[in-house]
């Protein structure tokens, strides 16, 4: 009977050890396994990069304390969940859930849990019940809340300020970003604009297709959701605005680099160096559930005026003075 409450008591012991503990008893190698896009998007691309630098300011230097191992979750469902598996299978210490919810519910559901630094974008962790509140995240998660719900609010008010007269609006979205097209057809409506929803679906997309549908529906404005397989496409997309003539709002500057008229977004690289301040502190002993969660509080305005004198439309004086960067 004594020899079962031991070993009891060891198992327990075990199950409880921290991420901190785990890296010391591999030779103090710590292991970050990242969910998300791969590394070569332009979007997560850099951002990775950042998390890497700011982890090695922090005291974990890859290749000597540190290793990085990523998955892909934007290859389809089935693909992400094994994503994640294969980096619990590989006894990472914490995983960072990066992108939309399909990405969380990898880490969620991965086993054994591993402790989750989250960058939610495109949907609401609170609302969808995987953190309790900002301060109090509770369970095994906690991160940053990218706030893009309201950014595809703010996007369409954006577009009603530089195009008044416009009042026929398209948005281009797909199952990564429903909860965005939900909030922001609401405010369309609130704008007293008329909303031509197209929601993309069987990826591959055919962007040509669905633009000449936008054609034929004479919609004036275009708003891009966010979506891992929209990225990939940014140069495609922004070359199809310019083609049809369509002012378009983008959710993240990379679209305007590379030939979209505006955008609003988030200024992602601070989020990425908070990543890294989070898996940091939960290596060295910390539980998530004991770390608030933060919420996105930088944003920008990028315009392409270039690209305004290729679609023939002049930009108002408030736009030019509110935007952060100006590209000629």
């Known amino acids: 009977m004594r020899r079962r409450e031991f070993l009891g008591s060891l198992a327990s012991a075990l199950v409880a050890v921290p991420p901190a503990a785990r890296a010391q008893q591999r030779d103090k190698i710590a292991r970050v396994g990242v969910l998300g896009t791969s590394r070569e998007n332009a979007?997560?691309?850099p951002g990775y990069a950042i998390l890497i630098a700011e982890l090695r300011k922090l005291g974990f230097n890859d290749g000597q304390n540190l290793q990085v191992e990523f998955g892909r979750t934007d290859e389809g469902t089935t693909s992400a969940f094994a994503a994640a598996n294969e980096l619990v299978a590989w006894r990472a210490d914490v995983l960072i859930a990066n992108g939309p919810e399909i990405t969380l519910q990898a880490a969620v559901a991965a086993?054994?849990?591993v402790p989750i630094v989250m960058l939610a974008n495109n949907f609401d962790p609170f609302a969808r019940g995987y953190v309790k509140s900002l301060a109090d995240p509770g369970g095994?998660?906690?991160g940053i809340f990218y706030r893009q719900l309201e950014l595809a609010e703010k996007q369409l008010e954006l577009l009603v300020e530089a195009f008044p007269e416009?009042?026929?609006v398209a948005t281009l979205w797909d199952i990564q970003s429903a909860e965005q097209a939900s909030r922001?057809?609401?405010?369309?409506r609130s704008l007293g604009l008329v909303l031509r929803s197209l929601k993309l679906e069987n990826p591959p997309y055919d962007f040509g297709a669905a633009f000449q549908i936008l054609a034929h529906d004479e919609v004036q404005m275009l708003q891009v959701l966010s979506s891992p397989l929209f990225t990939q496409h940014s140069g495609q997309i922004a070359e199809?605005?310019?083609r049809?003539?369509?002012p378009t709002m983008f959710i993240f500057k990379h679209y305007v680099e590379v030939g979209g008229l505006m955008s609003y977004s988030v200024d992602t690289a601070p989020m990425w160096r908070h990543a890294a301040s989070y898996v940091a502190k939960i290596l060295r002993g910390a539980r998530p559930a004991d770390l608030p969660i933060e919420q996105a509080a930088n944003y920008a305005t990028t315009v392409n005026l270039k690209t305004a004198r290729a679609i023939g439309v002049t930009l108002p004086t408030s736009i030019l003075l509110r935007a952060d960067e100006?590209?000629?």
């Open 326 to 328: 100006v590209i000629e």
């Open 184 to 188: 922001g057809e609401v405010r369309a």
């Open 43 to 45: 979007v997560s691309g």
């Open 244 to 246: 049809y003539r369509l």
């Open 140 to 142: 095994n998660i906690t």
């Open 240 to 242: 199809l605005a310019i």
């Open 166 to 168: 416009r009042k026929r």
């Open 111 to 113: 086993r054994p849990p």
